[in-house]
């Protein structure tokens, strides 16, 4: 999310990598790019509006990344009973709580 200087004003918008839409009620430009990965490591959104630098930061970025950095695996699950081997499944996603550009 990119805030936008208040006023009323309506962002230009130029070329853009995947989608976007403007939020009047809280004066914000909300950009998306679907997937990033090794073929699309990148994206552009270009708009144009009147206001000082200030005016257009704290950038919020908030992503989902479907491996931990890590990429740590759980081995083998153990019944606390008997401690053999029960079946089980697993599903881990990276979620950033809070991750800003100032």
Known sequence: MVPLPDGG????????DGDYQFDNRKTTLIWTLPVVD???????LEFTIRGKSVDFFPIQV???????????KIADVKSVDNRKSVM???????????????
């Open 62 to 72: 908030d992503f989902i990344a479907e491996t931990s950095y890590c990429d740590i």
């Open 88 to 102: 089980y499944s697993n599903e881990s996603q990276l979620i950033v709580d809070k991750y800003e550009y100032v």
């Open 38 to 44: 090794q073929s699309n490591s990148e994206g552009a």
């Open 9 to 16: 004003q309506i962002p230009v918008i130029g070329k853009f």
